[in-house]
């Protein structure tokens, strides 16, 4: 019945503003239909009812050729990376590196974590941790495993967005029946690694690049999205505004915007 409703609802739509494409007004309201039908139907049918996402980025940045990703366990390319240009004060990070965990555990698990585990967390960042290390660590532990076991399995709308995700930012193709009966705390977990393991195969000596598909992405997930965000930097559509932010914090500033934005996103599919 619901679906019925949404179906005519989003036709109705359709011959409403058919002739009046250019107009903005009209261009907002259907956007501004079109996350809560993603919701529901998935992608492939809120474009089936009101076509592809229309809304044109002003300050579009171009988006980078993506890198070959070394599957090699061997590989101590990682490594050899030479140490980020962009630094902060540590009193600074610190404030920061308290708010990371914090999100960290809200995007991941879904809870907010108590004074032990942020203890943890803040010990391991100030001795050099990386946010990334942290990162594994929760998701890779008994307690997210737990969670992997749950009865949540990956719905149509995650699976469509996995594919695209997979193929815009990660270079891959991947059949959607492969998603089928997956956990989508697995799905989450999965993507966001191999979103780790592409941000690694870009130069750090040459950042543009790594910052431009950073812009793209971020872009794409506000776009998406607009309804996950409190944050108004993480809401703005803008690459341009994005690829700016980018430009001025860390390496592992950049990747823990990315793992809570994709985790985030996921979560709110589920």
């Keep these: 019945m619901r679906l019925a ?6 036709l109705s739509i359709q011959i409403l503003f058919a002739n009046e494409q250019n107009s903005t007004q009209e261009k907002s309201f259907v956007e501004k239909m079109r996350p809560k039908m993603m919701k529901i139907l998935g992608e ?45 004060k540590a009193e ?14 809200e995007a991941t698990r879904q809870t907010k974590p108590n004074d032990d585990e942020i203890g943890k967390s803040m010990n391991v960042l100030s001795q050099g ?24 399995p990956v719905k149509k709308n ?3 967005f996995a594919v695209y995700f997979y193929n815009r930012y990660l270079g891959k193709k991947v059949q959607i029946k ?8 697995s799905l989450k977990r999965l993507v966001t690694e191999k979103a780790l393991d592409m941000s690694d195969a870009f130069d750090y000596d040459h950042r543009d690049d790594l910052e431009k598909w950073y812009a793209n992405m971020s872009s794409d997930l506000a776009t998406k999205f607009p309804q996950t965000w409190g944050n108004p930097t993480r809401k703005n559509p803008s690459a341009a505004y994005h690829k700016a932010w980018a430009s001025k914090v860390p390496v592992q500033h950049i990747k823990s915007e990315m793992i ?6 996921f979560n709110s599919m589920i």
Excluded at 260 to 265: G, Y
Aim: hydrophobic share 45%; glycine share 6%; no cysteine.
């Design 92 to 105: 600074v990070e610190q404030k920061f590196n308290y708010a990371f965990i914090k999100e960290l555990y």
């Design 5 to 10: 409703v949404i179906f005519v609802l989003a």
């Design 178 to 185: 492969s998603l089928e009966g997956m956990n989508i705390f």
């Design 158 to 160: 995650s699976a469509e």
């Design 44 to 88: 492939e049918w809120t474009v089936k009812l009101i076509g592809a996402d229309k809304i044109v980025n002003l300050n579009e940045v171009a988006m980078p050729a993506l890198p070959k990703i070394i599957d090699d366990a061997k590989s101590t390319a990682v490594y050899d990376k030479k140490q980020d240009k962009i630094t902060i």
């Design 129 to 152: 941790g990386t946010r990334e290390g942290v990162y594994r660590s929760v998701v890779l532990d008994s307690v997210y495993g737990g969670m992997e076991n749950w009865d949540k």
């Design 260 to 265: 809570i934005k994709i985790h985030s996103a």
